[in-house]
């Protein structure tokens, strides 16, 4: 089973929680490989470190262009940085980029860009790709003041395309956020989909440690009983 992960808003925790995840399956004997098909923004060398930091988090040894087919100098919004580059995103590239990875691993963690709507191309964002990729989803959510809204309004775009909610994971933002317990209880009660773990807060982010706080028990077991 390989998942798409998608957060309340960028900057949210997407990466450091699907490398976490990559590291939680790969422990379990899983081999693993990581997908992020659209990056803006670029390092030094031409390449995204959102998606460097996933392809050193598998297991395979996958080309950079396989674990990122499209990536964008500027650090905006994807359907904008393609624009700039004179390119258009092609889902038909990422469905084959994607097939070649999952035929060789247990399970493709799919990272999306920016929030689940964001644009990809004049017609088509981020949710068709969920969409058409087929996975189901894990709601990476940001612990923040205005969290509550971002991620109900997340979950009833997910629930619109008719796309199955495999979890949620609490990324704690800010360390002095105020009622941050009620607020994850507060989402408890309004998700159907279970709580997969509540990441705290880390001044430097580490997928190892978020790691230890996930519980793929739950993934398992809501895959068991379908």
Known sequence: MSYFVTGTDTGVGKTLLSCALLHAFAARGKRVAGFKPVAAGCDEDDRNGDAKR?????????????????????????????????????????L??????????????????????VPLNEKQDSADLAKQLGLPVILVVGMRLGCLNHALLTLRA????????????????????????????????RVAAPLLGIVPFQSQPDACAAAANLNLDLLEKKQADG
């Open 54 to 94: 996933l392809r050193a988090a598998s297991s395979i040894q996958a080309t950079y262009g396989q674990v990122n087919p499209y990536c964008f100098v500027r650090p905006i919004a994807p359907h904008l940085a393609a624009r700039h580059a004179g390119v258009r995103i092609d889902f038909s590239r990422i």
């Open 96 to 117: 084959t980029s994607y097939r070649e990875l999952a035929g060789q691993v247990d399970e493709v963690i799919v990272e999306g860009a920016g929030g689940f709507c």
């Open 158 to 189: 997910i629930a619109d395309l008719q796309l199955e909610c495999a979890g949620w994971i609490a990324n704690v933002l800010d360390a002095d956020m105020p009622a941050l317990q009620e607020n994850i209880e507060a989402l408890r009660e």
